[in-house]
């Protein structure tokens, strides 16, 4: 059956409106008339008539094939679709590969690098919010040595004196930490576990919450791996979530999760073997002993002993 339903516009088009079994199909011209070129009489074009039709299916099965939008927006796009992976790794001294070895001594310092796999994800930055150091691979286990803490305040040079800090970023999903080795006190155990919870962003904006600070002995201050020292003024107090923070600007974050690391063996610092080496008061009492004029006698009796040893020797040989 088709339905064919005409009338004429005001402009002069002819619509119509047919109807099958499977589509509905709309039907028009759109006429074009040129009108004069500003104040003149005159045209520069032609009048003209295009047919346009539109044809829309009457049945769609809405349970399960139901229209889709064809736009997507691109942030939704580039979304994640599966979950972000976080992960630790010890680095050789140039950052280049992974450290084959896990031993260190005290002394040594550790390249520790966090990471975020991305995969189809928008950009990621990623963010070392706390970590801490145990003897199992536990983060509640005792004893515990919190060296990060207040999201993102390196304290292991704070409160030790150490070298540890954050090294300035070279990619966006890399964090780089160097950590003076350490055992814990009064425990025989030389493998320690770190464990860390890291964060990651799709804003470069550091804040209070967001942030890798390291503390500089040598200024006496708090300094951050990204330039901008103000986000640090918190760590010696409390980096809790500011105030006014808004609801957009937490929806920043893209995903958080922890990280383990371990073991690692930290021996004790070798030590050289002390050469032997006479002292200049050692050597200066030999040389007085030697010259002294108990030393000049005893030598003189004994060359006479030895004298009278071989004359007696010859003489009993002559006899013969």
């Given at each position: 059956?088709?339905?064919?339903?005409?009338?004429?516009?005001?402009?002069?088009?002819?619509?119509?409106?047919?109807?099958?079994?499977?589509?509905?199909?709309?039907?028009?011209?759109?006429?074009?008339?040129?009108?004069?070129?500003?104040?003149?009489?005159?045209?520069?074009?032609n009048?003209?008539?295009?047919?346009?039709?539109?044809?829309y299916?009457?049945?769609?099965?809405?349970?399960?094939?139901?229209?889709?939008?064809?736009?997507?927006?691109?942030?939704?796009?580039?979304?994640?679709?599966?979950?972000?992976?976080?992960?630790?790794?010890?680095?050789?001294?140039?950052?280049?590969?992974?450290?084959?070895?896990?031993?260190?001594?005290?002394?040594?310092?550790?390249?520790?690098?966090?990471?975020?796999?991305?995969?189809?994800?928008?950009?990621?930055?990623?963010?070392?919010?706390?970590?801490?150091?145990?003897?199992?691979?536990?983060?509640?286990?005792?004893?515990?040595?919190?060296?990060?803490?207040?999201?993102?305040?390196?304290?292991d040079?704070?409160?030790?004196?150490?070298?540890?800090?954050?090294?300035?970023?070279?990619?966006?999903?890399?964090?780089?930490?160097?950590?003076?080795?350490?055992?814990?006190?009064?425990?025989?155990?030389s493998?320690?576990?770190?464990?860390?919870?890291?964060?990651?962003?799709?804003?470069?904006?550091?804040?209070?919450?967001?942030?890798?600070?390291?503390?500089?002995?040598?200024?006496?201050?708090?300094?951050?791996?990204?330039?901008?020292?103000?986000?640090?003024?918190?760590?010696?107090?409390?980096?809790?979530?500011?105030?006014?923070?808004s609801?957009?600007?937490?929806?920043?974050?893209?995903?958080?999760?922890?990280a383990?690391?371990?073991?690692?063996?930290?021996?004790?610092?070798?030590?050289?073997?002390?050469?032997?080496q006479?002292?200049?008061?050692?050597?200066?009492?030999?040389?007085?002993?030697?010259?002294?004029?108990?030393?000049?006698?005893?030598?003189?009796v004994?060359?006479?002993?030895?004298?009278?040893?071989?004359?007696?020797?010859?003489a009993?040989?002559?006899?013969?």
């Open positions: 059956m088709i339905r064919d339903i005409r009338w004429r516009a005001g402009s002069g088009a002819i619509n119509s409106i047919q109807m099958t079994e499977g589509y509905l199909i709309y039907a028009f011209d759109l006429n074009y008339q040129p009108k004069a070129l500003g104040a003149t009489p005159i045209v520069r074009t009048e003209a008539v295009v047919g346009i039709q539109c044809h299916m009457r049945l769609h099965n809405v349970s399960s094939n139901a229209l889709q939008p064809t736009w997507i927006p691109y942030r939704s796009t580039m979304s994640a679709e599966d979950l972000l992976v976080f992960s630790l790794r010890l680095m050789t001294d140039d950052w280049q590969a992974e450290r084959t070895s896990n031993v260190f001594f005290l002394g040594d310092m550790m390249n520790i690098e966090a990471s975020v796999v991305q995969a189809n994800h928008v950009p990621l930055h990623v963010f070392v919010d706390s970590c801490v150091a145990t003897l199992v691979p536990d983060l509640n286990a005792v004893p515990r040595y919190a060296f990060i803490e207040n999201h993102g305040c390196l304290m040079a704070k409160l030790t004196g150490s070298r540890s800090k954050f090294l300035p970023r070279a990619q966006d999903d890399k964090l780089k930490i160097q950590l003076d080795a350490f055992r814990f006190f009064q425990d025989s155990r493998s320690i576990y770190i464990i860390c919870h890291l964060k990651a962003t799709a804003s470069a904006t550091t804040d209070s919450q967001y942030k890798a600070c390291s503390f500089s002995a040598a200024a006496n201050r708090w300094m951050a791996a990204g330039g901008n020292d103000q986000v640090c003024g918190c760590c010696d107090a409390s980096c809790g979530l500011r105030k006014g923070r609801v957009e600007a937490g929806a920043e974050l893209q995903g958080e999760g922890d383990t690391l371990g073991p690692i063996i930290v021996q004790a610092a070798q030590e050289a073997e002390p050469e032997f006479i002292s200049p008061l050692e050597a200066k009492e030999h040389k007085a002993a030697a010259s002294s004029p108990e030393v000049v006698v005893l030598a003189g004994v060359a006479v002993g030895g004298l009278v040893c071989v004359t007696v020797l010859l009993i040989l002559l006899r013969k």
